[in-house]
């Protein structure tokens, strides 16, 4: 499930796209993204610490993108704020390690249907940009054929 944080994030992130290059102080990207202000600064200054977000200290300061909108995707910023996308830690590819309850990765009657999950929610939000989601302020996701059945 996605986090609050990572909401916020996302809804923030969108509104410094539709900027284009230019800066949004702290109290308007607040009330733009609906969230708490001191909450989102918090956030805003992860997001700079990874380089997605720029910050400019004092009377004509704000926010702005620290990258093109086009090369910031919802995975991305969902993996800084919440973690990997995964559903359980054998299943992840950027924090991976054994299930403590599983006795064996090979025989576990879970991780194939994990592992689909992970890849499906991968490759949709690896190809949604900010970009995307701030074109005409519709959101449109892509569709996604259904997973195959692995072959055996």
Same mark, same amino acid.
């Given at each position: 499930? !996605?986090?609050?944080?990572a909401? #916020?994030?996302?809804?923030a992130?969108?509104e410094l796209?539709r900027?284009?290059?230019?800066?949004?102080?702290?109290a308007d990207?607040s009330t733009?993204?609906?969230a708490?202000?001191?909450f989102?600064?918090a956030?805003?200054?992860?997001?700079?610490r990874r380089?997605i977000?720029?910050?400019?200290?004092?009377k004509?300061g704000g #926010?702005?993108?620290g990258?093109?909108?086009?090369s910031?995707?919802?995975a991305?910023? @969902?993996?800084? @704020?919440?973690?990997?996308l995964?559903?359980?830690?054998?299943?992840?590819?950027t %924090?991976f390690?054994?299930?403590?309850?599983c006795p064996?990765?090979?025989t576990?009657?879970?991780?194939?249907a !994990?592992?689909r999950a992970?890849?499906?929610?991968?490759?949709v !939000?690896?190809? #949604?940009?900010?970009?995307?989601?701030a074109k005409?302020?519709a959101?449109?996701i892509?569709?996604m054929?259904?997973?195959?059945? %692995?072959?055996?």
């Amino acid at each position: 499930m !996605l986090s609050h944080k990572a909401r #916020y994030a996302l809804r923030a992130l969108v509104e410094l796209a539709r900027e284009d290059g230019g800066q949004v102080t702290a109290a308007d990207l607040s009330t733009r993204a609906d969230a708490p202000r001191k909450f989102l600064e918090a956030i805003l200054l992860e997001l700079s610490r990874r380089g997605i977000v720029r910050s400019r200290r004092g009377k004509f300061g704000g #926010y702005s993108l620290g990258r093109p909108a086009e090369s910031v995707t919802f995975a991305e910023v @969902i993996r800084v @704020i919440d973690g990997p996308l995964a559903l359980a830690p054998c299943v992840s590819r950027t %924090a991976f390690r054994k299930c403590d309850d599983c006795p064996d990765l090979e025989t576990c009657s879970l991780r194939e249907a !994990l592992l689909r999950a992970r890849d499906a929610t991968s490759a949709v !939000l690896d190809s #949604y940009s900010l970009a995307d989601a701030a074109k005409a302020g519709a959101v449109e996701i892509p569709v996604m054929p259904p997973p195959q059945p %692995a072959a055996m």
